[in-house]
């Protein structure tokens, strides 16, 4: 089973530059819109285990990386391919709207 990965200012470098196109969740625990979206992250991290990396980011817990990629809007889901942000939306967005974006970039 995969497990969306737990991201912080302190690894956030080191996981984007993987390989594999990472997805990150940009949330936070008082957000309602986030909640909602929360168990579609857990499903693609499941589904995509081995091809894609799956990753979470609570931004009150870690604010340099959120204010470095001028995050304002929670939930904001970025794609990044070898370091490199490809793809972003913001709000709650449909699980196949992300699955196209990580499917085009395997």
Known sequence: ???????????????????????????????????????VIEELADEYEGKAVIAKVDVDSNPNISAELGIRSIPTLMIFKNGEMVGKEVGAVPKTVLSEKLDANL
Do not use: H, R, Y
């Open 1 to 39: 089973m995969g497990k969306a990965l737990v991201v912080t200012d302190d690894n956030f470098k080191e996981i984007i530059n993987s390989d594999k196109p990472v997805l990150v969740d940009f949330w936070a625990t008082w957000c309602g819109p986030c909640q909602m979206i929360a168990p």
